[in-house]
Structures are given as structure tokens and as C-alpha cells.
């Protein structure tokens, strides 16, 4: 059932895609005529809260997002290969394969282009919300609290939105009036400090006025609590403290015109004390809120004696797709009227009947070095497992019964697909995984399982639009119980911007920056590698299986788990490709030629050969969006980013 804050949303996003914007950063507030009839009163007013929301909602397609798309995590057909997108817009996959301009940037939020947002649009509103809040004369004192919070947290997150893009940002505190000169319009951009300070600043103003927890779910589902700017708040100051905003080389010289520096030169190790004091914070407001890392809850009709190894898999898919309301992990998602609605992208066909109908296409590929990323079943990296065989990860085996809940029982694939973590398994479909769900949940044994290879195979390519470019498919964004067979009945879910898992992996990054004993720091990464069903640190890289066994003793090298930890937890989910920006380490992952499996070959001999894709492009520059140069010569107050 749709709650009719939901439906309302939708009807505003659906309004506000027809306002256009002007090709500089506008200021100024749009309908000002009509400002004293939407807060004549409480309802007018409440509907004008939610167009603060309109803008949030339509965040609802991960493709959109420059973390999805331009992390590597998943790759999408180039022009020369797919001719209909089919509600895919493919601009940000794109970007990695050399297409970003200053003259008409791809992903464009700061001007509401190719693919983006308008965002300082949504600020703007958010700022009339607050300029306003105290006409309507029958909206309650404590309803006014909320809404004034809930609001500023929403300034604070748009304007992060477009801090992780551009870095220093204007900061649009307050609408200019509609007499303001061309002059005063012409707004320049704030200091690296200066904008997380205003950010956190909203946020800790906003946080001891909005609820711990919705309480009516039917109704607010979605709604801003103080569970979820407390965490966001700590992933600013996480972001801000990570050594692309800390004291970047980089960007030494970067300054306004006025000659005003943009970026500290200075690395500040207080900013990882602020992000583990934001991390805890949150964390103890989770724990007040009752949230808890997800367990796998089944439904009426499956059998009764699932094996654990599959009630592993089904837990790590459903912390990502079960719904929000019974989802005890889930702090925070995108909640549009329908869920995430393109499942069909990161669908393999499993059934004749899906061959003969191609409806889902399945064209979010994993590249083969997103799936090296996942641990062996002993918790530790493929290539620092004596008892996994890197070497010859490659080379051809056939699965016995024992692997028959991963691994389709008697089919030839390759060893890398075996004594994999159950992470892999539940987050990336491949050529003789086995897919329990799809409308078959009477026998485990008997599961689906895909068929990739050549033009024959079930899931294999079957034109230009309907292909997966590397024979790997992100199933962790597909519910287990949508089901493709002749049509797709879909079941939704919400797409998730923060788990609980995620905070706990911040914590220990901070912790660890911060430069606390490893003691302190794994019992947060152990958490998650637990509900994961594999050792802990200590326990893993100690053992006699690994090759570095003191690697999380140091520093850096716990850094290192970390990081993969992170990478592993929260593939497909945005946040990796974030991480990797301000962590400095994207540019390494892209000096490598994204590759793929021969998906043409019938025969597994010759499918099971790694293809180049195609090789990415990613320089320095990179690590920022540049702003639109039209807008250069219109603002002449704004700079460009360094290298643009």
C-alpha cells in the first residue's frame, strides 16, 4: 500500500521536472507571486515541505549517481554497442570512457543537466521554506520545530551532494531578494572548511528537533529522523577528513579570484577525531532506535529446512532489498512511490520462457576485477589465500553436489566461481551460479541457476540491447522474489543511501586514522564480517592460510581491510565509488582495462577467456566535476576546478 505522503511526492516530482533553470547558479526564488498562498495555511505549508523533498526522490536511479556509475563497479554498453537504452540514461557510465567535458559536463547537478539535478534549485526552495515557516497561523509550535528541521538537514545534504562533486561550493544560506543586482547574484565559492563547517553546522541545529524514530510508517515513511543526520553527518565529516579534501597537494593554488584558498594545504589529523566522535554518535542513536544488522526473514512458502549456507546468501541479499519496515539495518533509502524500479538491469534470464521474451536486459555488467574483490571463504583476499588457487583462478572445473547451492551441481565453470565468501554469492550472478528465487522456492536443490554462455545460452546475448557486456550481473539489486518467466512481476524494495553496516565500517576506518590499536577497531569491522559468515580479522589473517599474517597490525595495512571491506560490504550500493573519491584511490582502479568474459563462445574452454572492454579514462582532474564553462563567463566571481 502507498502512503500518501509517498503519492504527493511523486505528484510534486512530476511538477517540478517542467521548471527550467537558468544557466548560472540562480539565487534568486522562482514564483514568488505565489509564496503568500503556499503558506496561507498548515496543509499549503505541508505541501510545500514535501516539494523540499522532490528533489530527493529523484535520486532514485543509481545510474544518475557518479558513485554508481563512474566507480567501475558495473559497466554498461557503449554507443558503438547498444542502440536502445530503454530508460537507462547511459551519460554517467559514459563519463569512465572518456566523454566528460567542461563544455557540457555529464551529470550535471549544478546546473540540472545531462542526467543531474538542479540542486541549488532544491536549496533555494528549502530556503523559502524556512523564510516562511511562520505565516501559516494554525501549524502547531512542535510541528514547526520538526518541519524547520527536517528542512535544514535537507539544506545540508543537498549542499553535500554537490560538495562530493565540485569540493568548494557557494554556500546558498538564504534566497537573495528578487531586486538583487546582477552583481549581487554573482556568488563565489567557499573554502573546503568552510562548507563542511555550515554542513554540520545545519545539522547539528536541526538533529534534537526531529524524531528518533517514525513512528507512523504508513504515513512518513521517508521522513527525515534524527537517526539519519546524525549518520550523515558523519559521513561528511568522514568525507572531510579523507585525504581528497584534507590537505590535497593537488590542489595547492586554488583559489578564488580574490585570491582566497580553496583547500587547506595542511593535513589536519583532528578532522578523523571529529569523524569518529560523529561515528559513535550515530552509532549509540542506532542502538536507541533499535536497529541492528539484518537477519534473513523467510517467507510462508518456503520450506522449512533451508540449508544455512542459503539462508546466509538470502540474509546479505535481503539487508539491501527486504522492505524498510521490517529492514533492521536500514537507516536510510530513497523511498519513490514505486521502489527501485529497473531490477530488470541486473537480471539474468533464467527460464526458456524469459529467453523468448526479452523484457529484462540485464545490461549492468560487472567487470572481472569487481569480482577478484571478494574474499575466499576463509575472509581473506584471493590473492593472500595459500589454500585458494589465484594461479589457475581461471581455469576450467566442474561442481560436484557439495557446491550446489552456489554453483549449479555438475556444470563446468571456473575455480575463481568456488570458496568464495558468501558475499560473492549473494551480491554478483555468473555463468552456473546458482539464483534461488525467481518464483521457485519449493526445492533448494532444484534452484535456477544462469546459462550465459553464447548466443544459445539463456542468459546470453541475444542482440545489441539485451546483453551483458561481462557475464557477471550485480544480483544484489534484484529481490529474490521478483520473478522473470514470461512477464516480470516485480517485488520491490528501497534503494538504500545508508546501512547500518556501513556506519559501523566508518567507525573503524576513523578509528583506525585516528590511530587507535587495532584491538579498538575490529570488533566494528568484525560485526559485519560475522553476519557475512566469515572470520574476523585477527582470526583470518592469522591463521595458517594466510600469506600476510600480521597485515592488519599496521596502520596501513588495516587501512587496506578496510577499504576492501568496505568495497566488498557495499558493493553496488553507491557508496564505493564515493569512497574510492576521497580516499584518493579511483584513479588506481581505473589505470586497468576493464574486462569481461568472451560472451559470443558456446564452449567454456573459449567463454572463460578475459576480453578488454575497454580501457578507462581517469586523470586528476577527474576526482572533481568541472562546472559548465558557459557558466564562467555569466558568474565572472566563479572559478574552475583545477585542471578543467
Known amino acids: ?340 524500479g529497473k531490477q530488470e538491469r541486473a537480471m539474468p534470464r533464467l527460464t526458456p520462457a524469459s529467453a523468448a521474451n526479452l523484457v529484462a536486459q540485464g545490461t549492468f555488467a560487472v567487470p572481472i576485477a569487481e569480482q577478484e574483490l571478494f574474499y575466499t571463504e576463509n575472509g581473506l583476499p584471493i590473492d593472500e589465500d595459500k589454500t585458494w588457487d589465484y594461479r589457475n583462478r581461471y581455469a576450467l572445473r566442474t561442481s560436484a553436489n557439495a557446491d550446489r547451492f552456489y554453483v549449479h551441481n555438475g556444470y563446468e565453470t571456473v575455480n575463481a566461481h568456488f570458496k568464495r565468501e558468501p558475499r560473492f554469492y549473494s551480491s554478483i550472478a555468473f555463468d552456473g551460479g546458482v539464483w534461488y528465487g525467481n518464483g521457485v522456492l519449493n526445492d533448494p536443490s532444484n534452484a535456477l541457476y544462469v546459462q550465459a554462455r553464447g548466443t544459445s545460452g539463456i542468459a546470453g546475448p541475444k542482440d545489441v540491447s539485451h546483453l551483458n557486456i561481462s557475464g557477471y550481473w550485480p544480483k544484489k539489486l534484484v529481490n529474490y522474489l521478483t520473478t522473470y518467466d514470461r512477464d516480470i512481476t516485480w517485488v520491490d524494495f528501497h534503494y538504500p543511501l545508508m546501512r547500518l553496516s556501513d556506519l559501523y565500517l566508518m567507525y573503524a576506518e576513523a578509528l583506525n586514522e585516528q590511530g587507535k590499536a587495532y584491538g579498538e577497531v575490529l570488533p566494528y569491522i568484525d560485526k559485519v564480517r560475522q553476519r557475512a559468515g566469515i572470520p574476523g580479522v585477527a582470526e583470518a589473517w592469522t591463521s595458517a592460510l594466510s600469506t600476510n599474517p600480521s597485515k592488519y597490525t599496521s596502520k596501513t595495512g588495516l587501512r587496506q581491510i578496510i577499504h576492501q571491506e568496505r568495497r566488498i560490504e557495499l558493493a553496488f550500493e553507491t557508496v564505493p565509488g564515493w569512497d574510492l573519491r576521497r580516499w584518493k584511490e579511483l584513479q588506481s582502479v581505473m589505470s586497468k582495462p576493464m574486462q569481461g568474459w568472451s560472451i559470443y563462445d558456446e564452449q567454456s574452454v573459449n567463454y572463460y577467456r578475459a576480453r578488454t572492454l575497454f580501457v578507462p579514462v581517469f586523470n586528476t582532474k577527474d576526482y572533481l566535476w568541472p562546472i559548465k564553462s558557459s557558466n564562467l563567463p555569466v558568474n565572472t566571481n566563479l572559478v574552475q576546478n583545477p585542471y578543467w
Open 1 to 340: 500500500m502507498k502512503s500518501s505522503y509517498s503519492k504527493f511526492l511523486y505528484a510534486v516530482v512530476l511538477a517540478m521536472s517542467i521548471i527550467s533553470c537558468k544557466k548560472y547558479l540562480n539565487v534568486t526564488p522562482d514564483n514568488v507571486g505565489t509564496i503568500d498562498y503556499a503558506f496561507r495555511n498548515r496543509n499549503e505549508a505541508e505541501n510545500y515541505l514535501f516539494s523540499c523533498y522532490s528533489t530527493l526522490q529523484k535520486f532514485q536511479y543509481p545510474w544518475l549517481d557518479a558513485g554508481f556509475a563512474t566507480s567501475g563497479e558495473i559497466v554498461y554498453p557503449g554507443p558503438t554497442e547498444i542502440t536502445d537504452n530503454q530508460g537507462v540514461n547511459p551519460v554517467g557510465f559514459n563519463i569512465i570512457r572518456g566523454t566528460q567535458t567542461a563544455n557540457n559536463p555529464g551529470l550535471n547537478y549544478w546546473d540540472g543537466a545531462e542526467g543531474g539535478e538542479a540542486i541549488f534549485k532544491a536549496i533555494r526552495r528549502c530556503n523559502t521554506m524556512l523564510e516562511n515557516i511562520n505565516k501559516p497561523i494554525d501549524l502547531g509550535d512542535s510541528e514547526k520545530k520538526r518541519w524547520i528541521a527536517e528542512v535544514k538537514f535537507l539544506k545540508a545534504y543537498y549542499h553535500f551532494y554537490l560538495f562530493r562533486m565540485y569540493g568548494p561550493i557557494p554556500i546558498t544560506d538564504v534566497d537573495l531578494p528578487i531586486t538583487s543586482s546582477t552583481e549581487e547574484v554573482k556568488v563565489k565559492r567557499k573554502p573546503v572548511d568552510s562548507v563542511v563547517n555550515y554542513m554540520v553546522h545545519l545539522i547539528d541545529e536541526a538533529a534534537p528537533d526531529l524524531p528518533l524514530q517514525i513512528q507512523n510508517q504508513m504515513q512518513e515513511l521517508g521522513r527525515i529522523t534524527s537517526v539519519i543526520a546524525l549518520s550523515v553527518k558523519a559521513q561528511i565529516l568522514m568525507t572531510a577528513a579523507s585525504p581528497l579534501f584534507n590537505g590535497n597537494p593537488d590542489y595547492a593554488g586554488f583559489s578564488n579570484k580574490d585570491g582566497q584558498q580553496l583547500f587547506s594545504q595542511q593535513v589536519d589529523p583532528k578532522k578523523w577525531d571529529l569523524a569518529a566522535d560523529a561515528c559513535a554518535k550515530a552509532l549509540d542513536a542506532c542502538t536507541r532506535a533499535g536497529l541492528s544488522l539484518h537477519t534473513f526473514i523467510p517467507t510462508a512458502n518456503m520450506p522449512s529446512n533451508l540449508p544455512d549456507s542459503l539462508k546466509r546468501v538470502l540474509t546479505l541479499q535481503t539487508a539491501v532489498t527486504e522492505k524498510w519496515e521490517i529492514n533492521s539495518e536500514l537507516i536510510w533509502a530513497i523511498n519513490p512511490v514505486y521502489g527501485y
